[in-house]
């Protein structure tokens, strides 16, 4: 039996365990029930049970994984642009992104165009990514890790969101401009009638 405050109080029957735990206001519970005698303890359930919530609460959050966008030597311009768009979203998420340029069959040997395609990756992604592994080969592959910048992803979401809001007033002031066709429409339907 161990008591509210650790200290170890004996071997002592289950009825005088409980009673002790009822004049201290605080429960009784069985810690060890596997030990020869069974190991209870007097404490609060309800704040053990919050205290492990707690601790298992703050190990949780947003751990970066890792992403994958592939391309080719060859791959064009709006490909590229395409596909870096996904890399933006993930490094703005704050994911990792590993960015591979696999080689087919006789591209093995002109590897320079899949170093100038990272190297075109790396200047389109600007300040928003940082290096965290150069271009290296593994294989047929040529792949290099990139990890979002902190402070440059703050800047890109805000910037992102003044476009946004831009963006919303610009269409709300258009249509505050444009004549309201179902109104148009009703008189015209209004007239019609009359005229037959």
Known sequence: MIGADGEQLGV???EVAWQRAIEEGLDLVEVAPNATPPVCRIMDYGRY???IKKKSGKSKGHSASLKEVKLRP???????????????RFLMDGDKVK?????????IVHTAHGRKQLE????????LATVE???????RFLSMILVPNREAVVEARKADEAAAKAAALEEASLEGAKP????NEQEASARAPAED
């Open 12 to 14: 002592m029957t289950p």
């Open 99 to 107: 960015v591979t340029v696999m080689f087919r069959g006789r591209e």
């Open 120 to 127: 075109k990756v790396k200047e389109m992604l600007g300040a």
């Open 133 to 139: 592994n150069p271009p290296r080969m593994e294989g």
């Open 49 to 51: 049970k919050y205290e």
């Open 180 to 183: 309201e066709l179902p109104e």
């Open 74 to 88: 060859r791959t064009d311009e709006h490909d590229l642009d395409f596909k870096l768009r996904n890399a933006r």
